[in-house]
């Protein structure tokens, strides 16, 4: 059993940078390959950038792609995502996920999520 633990959200204006951190515990995070994804109110959850476990691959949403960067550190057991340029409509809940399989965009290919930190970009 994997836990997740996700900081680093906020209010910022638009142009603004944010990074977020989510701490896994309880499992061998090395295993897992891990991904973001992000829900606005009203809205399905949406596929934001997975990882694989040795951080040798990743994989952008073509809406991030350019601005958010995801990367991991496996002796911290961290998954970070550094996002740049924010826009008013990148507001919303971001959740970290890991899964046993292979990174991917899809959500039900991951089985531990995290509860997530609110991201609100100002105009």
């Known amino acids: 059993q994997v836990e997740l633990v996700e900081s680093g959200g906020g209010l910022v204006q638009a142009g603004g940078s944010l990074r977020l951190s989510c701490a896994a515990s309880?499992?061998?995070?090395?295993?897992?390959?891990m991904a973001w994804f992000r829900q606005a109110p009203g809205k399905e959850r949406e596929f934001v950038s997975a990882?694989?476990?040795?951080?040798?691959?990743?994989y952008h949403a073509n809406s991030v792609k350019g601005r958010f960067t995801i990367s991991r550190d496996n002796a911290k057991n961290t998954m970070y995502l550094q996002m740049n340029s924010l826009k008013p409509e990148d507001t919303a809940v971001y959740y970290c996920?890991?899964?046993?399989?292979?990174?991917?965009?899809?959500?039900?290919?991951?089985?531990?999520w995290g509860q997530g930190t609110q991201v609100t970009v100002s105009s």
């Open positions: 996920a890991a899964s046993l399989h292979f990174y991917s965009d899809a959500r039900a290919n991951y089985d531990y």
């Open positions: 990882i694989s476990w040795s951080g040798g691959s990743t």
């Open positions: 309880g499992g061998t995070f090395s295993s897992y390959a």
